[in-house]
């Protein structure tokens, strides 16, 4: 019976849960959307609350403001009519671009004076208006983004000491016209005692008549940055300080994402990124995307790259230890709760230190915020007075270790303790008590919690150096290396030796082969740095970055060389002179003695010091498999296998998931049947050989090795290669990261003879010119900023290079019509830019190539099939740019290039850029470098001496060293029948041999040195020259200094001290551009820095 009626309850309980479903489920929807409404209206209730208590809790700061309209309100705060009629104005400088002077002001008295009393060219820039336009180098997601409808109001202070009219117009007509109006509360201007007289009652006048937001305060003398800040902060009304310098330029849209941060946490301090404005022209240029500001311990301001994990897009604000200084955003009661600054730092120096310490200990957050940039001008030198009869910077300095920095003050003392010991830091009592009473955290802690890196990057103890003192040349034991006083950027030189070696009384030879691996100057933070590579670049000094690439140096005491890269430093002890040239052992101007050597570190130069950049790098635990495939043809038997070696013994097997031989059709009978045999003895299961039955070419044999590839990546190497240690992470993280991302390892040299590995260079960005060869264009700043990281390039070499086998297959693969080889590279570059992907090189992947002193093998076809695929290339990708390529060989480009359809229907589908747009976006210093239209010569013809009219100059053929003499002149001067005499004076301003299509190069600037001839390399210096058409001199460069002069008797052509009045120095040229030689500042290339 119980059982019965237990059953039958279950079964009722059944009968009534199937007649609720049938009511249910029909409701199921409306349920869902119930429940959804309910859920949410509970989760905004709790939040509510939640955010309730905030308000109350930060009311204080900024009363006037909701919290509800503060968080979830958010509005675009862009004038986007005044950034459409900025891009419409015309005029000197606009859009931040760079604007000249013609060649009598930039040669006039008046411009000399107003740029030493300024320290840029004031005259240049009174030309451009104070209300121009500016050029945008946000990134373009910054132009997308909403702030806070309800922000706090800001006042602006621009503290100013004996600033130009102009400058100091134009920052603050920047501030004021770029600026949401109801944000921007006044401008305080604050003279410092200046005596210029345009700064008096012509300023009072002008603000009056124009600027009703401007307050203008003067200080009764100079008293120094610091106290004029705190003089404009001490009246200032709004919410927010913001602190500028008077020569600067404010972005579009710059104020509300320094506001918002602030709004968020008033605890916060918030800098914008600063660019540069050039200080010779005004042409408005990223300084880099953001990197966080260090120290080291002898206070020198420090960037490094910003940590990954701060980088959650490129808008966000990201954290930064130490501020630049000049320019930032503080809520006005935070300011004065961390007590201002410090009174007692005296004009300027340390200020930044002080205040970022203080903010960070005392329990604030400093942030820079990358879509709030700002133009800066840099002067060339100070051209002001020390105001101060005392070491005021050594005090500012011991002020703020004694307050902020607890133990740690005595690494800064230890780095020059008699320049500390004799100084007087003054009353302390006053912050040390604002410290105390604010609880502030120990510097301990910031050094640990903030900026954990300075202990690695800039040790306490600073490590023994390598070698230290004088740099001695063995070639004149009477000179030394100096940096001549000259500044950064400028090169070092020759010049006779300070007495004491190890401890040279003269500071500009002190240097120090530091732990770095770099070579430093002992006083100051300048280190040697080889921008370019090439034979005879010159040695430059440079702020030390610590990232090794271009500064990176070994001393070799065997050879007395000073070593990178597969260049040596070198001299030329007559003219003075130091450069770097390929190393040769054999070369007594190669030989360097310093003061001081560890020769037990020296040995010790694997093991001992910073660790080397590349090897420093973590990457991800999970990056895509790989296929690499190798074509090759008839390749020798050993560079064959070496490659295959080196891949797999090098190469994470991880990683590696095959390697693909693709023989194209060979004819040596040992890469047949012997080639599968040792395969499938040594490397059966990582190697596999594909024959294919004829020579195809290099395309053919890729596509062939890439549709039977398994990997996520597709790798393609020459046959003649040599893969580096740890060389395919560094390929892989940044495909990891973004699959439409091509990445090039760098192409080191082994040498076809000798096969020793030579560095080729540091890196450089791929290029063309409208012949379609292959190019180079130098690094900007901007991919220099750490030398480990991938840098954009717009083309790439061709040969090597990895790709997702997703993104290679989306693009097409190669164009399949493309025969043999030629003009792949460009077929796949312009499509990976064009098509929404991005090709970069990685400085830590290196790979040696064999480059043939000349290719072996037969034309594989009767036809020009080279210009046929450029042709392809051109009709396909360049649009309206392709007719530059035609127009340099009308009759070569008559050529069919087939059938296109497929490839623009491709283009078509994948909606892919204009070529304009690559030209403009990715590659717009091409036409800078190599113009479509080659501008005209400057001169051309035969060049005759005046004083000896029966002499030219002609090219010898002599060996080893190629020169110009002096020969018997040939008739016609305007076409030379001996192309040995004909030269042309081109655009790039150099001379340029028309036999041979080398360069006239003044190798050694010293009287009687010869004039010789070297491969052209299109970067002026040694190669520049200037003809004047009145004097009839041809000058060495711009400093008419040296002059070609003729030593008729032995029929030489020499350099000589420039005397106008002598005869010898005269010359003609066979036909001239009298227009262009008499503007030569005005036309041709752009001057090199």
Request: proline content about 6%; glycine content about 4%; some cysteine.
């Amino acid at each position: 019976m119980d059982d019965k009626l237990l059953k039958a309850r279950k079964a009722r309980i059944r009968s009534i849960i199937r007649s609720l479903f049938k009511i249910i489920y029909p409701l199921r929807y409306l349920l869902l959307i119930i429940v959804t409404v309910f859920l949410v209206l509970l989760f905004r209730h709790k939040k509510q609350q939640i955010l309730n208590f905030d308000v109350a809790h930060i009311a204080e700061h900024f009363a006037d403001i909701t919290y509800k309209s503060r968080v979830f309100e958010k509005i675009d705060y862009h004038n986007y009519d005044q950034i459409q009629n900025d891009l419409n104005r015309v005029g000197p400088g606009e859009q931040g671009k760079p604007a000249t002077l013609s060649p009598e002001e930039s040669n006039s008295e008046r411009r000399k004076e107003l740029y030493y009393k300024n320290g840029f060219n004031a005259l240049l820039s009174d030309k451009i208006s104070i209300n121009r336009s500016i050029a945008d180098l946000r990134h373009p997601s910054c132009k997308l983004k909403s702030y806070l409808s309800h922000l706090p109001i800001a006042s602006v202070v621009v503290p100013f000491y004996e600033e130009h009219w102009s400058t100091l117009l134009r920052t603050i007509h920047s501030v004021i016209n770029r600026s949401p109006p109801h944000l921007l509360k006044e401008v305080i201007i604050v003279d410092d005692g200046s005596t210029k007289e345009f700064l008096h009652n012509k300023l009072e006048d002008y603000v009056k008549r124009n600027l009703p937001k401007v307050k203008l305060i003067r200080q009764h003398e100079r008293t120094g940055l610091i106290k004029a800040r705190l003089a404009g902060a001490k009246i200032a009304t709004g919410d927010v300080l913001v602190f500028l310098d008077s020569h600067t330029e404010s972005g579009y849209n710059w104020l509300p994402p320094l506001l918002e941060p602030i709004a968020e946490n008033p605890k916060t301090c918030v800098c914008p990124l600063i660019d540069v404005i050039d200080d010779q022209t005004f042409d408005v240029h990223p300084q880099d995307e953001g990197g966080r500001g260090l120290f080291d311990w002898t206070f020198h301001y420090k960037r490094i790259v910003v940590k990954d994990v701060d980088r959650i897009s490129p808008t966000e604000p990201f954290p930064s230890p130490v501020m630049a200084g000049g320019l930032f955003a503080i809520g006005a009661d935070f300011f004065w709760e961390l007590g201002g600054y410090d009174e007692e730092l005296d004009i300027w120096g340390a200020e930044q230190y002080e205040i970022s310490f203080k903010i960070w200990q005392c329990g604030g957050r400093m942030l820079d915020a990358p879509c709030s940039r700002f133009g800066h001008i840099y002067r060339s030198y100070s051209p002001f007075p020390n105001s101060r009869k005392y070491d005021f910077i050594t005090r500012n300095h011991k002020r703020v270790a004694e307050i902020w920095m607890d133990e740690y003050k005595q690494y800064i003392y230890d780095r020059d303790p008699e320049r500390y010991a004799k100084t007087d830091a003054g009353d302390m009592s006053k912050m040390k008590l604002i410290r105390e009473k604010l609880k502030c955290k120990p510097f301990k802690w910031f050094l640990q919690e903030v900026a954990p890196e300075i202990i690695d990057l800039y040790p306490p103890v600073e490590p023994e150096p390598y070698a230290s003192g004088s740099i001695q040349s063995v070639a004149d034991i009477s000179l030394c290396i100096d940096t001549m006083q000259r500044g950064r950027g400028e090169p070092i030189g020759l010049y006779p030796c300070s007495n004491n070696f190890t401890h040279p009384t003269n500071r500009n030879q002190y240097f120090v082969h530091s732990w770095h691996r770099d070579i430093q100057l002992k006083y100051g933070e300048d280190c040697f740095d080889v921008p370019q590579s090439a034979s005879r670049s010159p040695v430059t000094i440079f702020t030390c970055h610590l990232h090794q690439g271009n500064q990176f140096f070994q001393y070799d005491h065997k050879t007395q060389q000073i070593k990178r890269s597969g260049v040596c430093i070198d001299s030329d002890p007559k003219a003075k002179e130091v450069f770097v040239n390929p190393c040769d052992t054999n070369s007594i101007t190669q030989r360097w003695k310093f003061g001081n050597v560890n020769l037990k570190l020296l040995k010790q130069w694997k093991i001992y010091g910073a660790k080397f950049m590349c090897h420093r790098i973590n990457y991800s635990k999970n990056l895509p498999t790989t296929s690499i495939i190798v074509p090759f043809f008839d390749e020798h038997w050993t560079t064959l296998l070496r490659t295959v070696y080196s891949v797999i013994r090098r190469t994470p097997s991880n990683l590696l998931k095959e390697i693909i031989l693709v023989d194209d059709g060979s004819t040596k009978p040992f890469l047949k049947q012997p080639l599968d045999d040792y395969i499938a003895k040594h490397l059966k299961f990582l190697v596999h050989v594909i024959h294919l039955p004829q020579r195809n070419g290099l395309i053919t044999a890729r596509l062939s090795g890439a549709k039977v590839a398994k990997g996520d990546v597709l790798l393609f190497l020459d046959s003649h290669v040599e893969v580096g240690i740890n060389w395919l992470p560094p390929l892989l993280e940044p495909i990891s990261q973004s699959y439409r991302t091509c990445v090039c390892p760098f192409i080191d040299v082994i040498k076809d003879d000798t096969f020793e590995l030579v560095a080729q260079d540091e890196g450089a960005r791929g290029a063309f010119d409208w012949n379609m060869l292959y190019k180079r264009l130098p690094l900007r700043p901007e991919d220099q900023k750490d030398p480990t990281a991938p840098f954009a390039s717009p083309v790439m070499a061709g040969g090597l290079f990895a790709i997702s086998a997703r993104f290679f297959w989306e693009l097409g693969g190669y164009d399949e019509k493309l025969e043999i080889w030629g003009a792949e590279q460009y077929e796949l570059s312009f499509k990976i830019w064009m098509c929404g992907g991005r090709m970069v090189d990685a400085p830590c992947s290196r790979v040696g190539h064999i480059y043939r002193s000349y290719s072996p093998f037969p034309s594989a076809k009767t036809y020009d099939y080279v210009a046929k695929n450029h042709k392809r290339v051109a009709e396909v990708w360049m649009d309206e740019y392709k007719q530059y390529v035609y127009a340099k060989d009308p009759t070569k480009y008559a050529i069919d290039a087939g059938d296109l359809s497929k490839m623009k229907q491709l283009r078509r589908k994948l909606h892919c850029k204009t070529f304009r747009w690559f030209m403009k976006e990715i590659a717009p210093d091409l036409i800078d470098h190599y113009p479509p239209i080659e501008p005209d010569d400057f001169a051309s013809g035969a060049i005759q001496n005046v004083a000896f009219m029966n002499l030219c100059m002609e090219e010898s053929d002599s060996e080893p060293e190629k020169s110009v003499n002096l020969a018997l002149c040939v008739n016609n001067k305007t076409i030379p029948e001996r192309t040995k005499q004909h030269f042309r004076f081109t655009w790039r301003r150099d001379l340029k041999s028309v036999q041979s299509s080398n360069c006239v190069d003044a190798t050694s600037h010293t009287v009687g040195a010869k004039l010789q001839l070297f491969k052209c390399h299109n970067l002026q210096g040694n190669q520049m020259f200037q003809y004047d058409v009145d004097t009839q001199q041809i000058y060495v460069g711009k400093d008419k200094t040296f002059c070609f002069d003729a030593d008729g008797m032995n029929s030489k052509l020499i350099l000589n001290r420039c005397n106008r009045t002598k005869e010898s120095q005269r010359w003609r040229m066979g036909q001239m551009n009298v227009e262009r030689l008499r503007n030569w500042t005005k036309y041709g290339a752009k001057f090199h820095v």
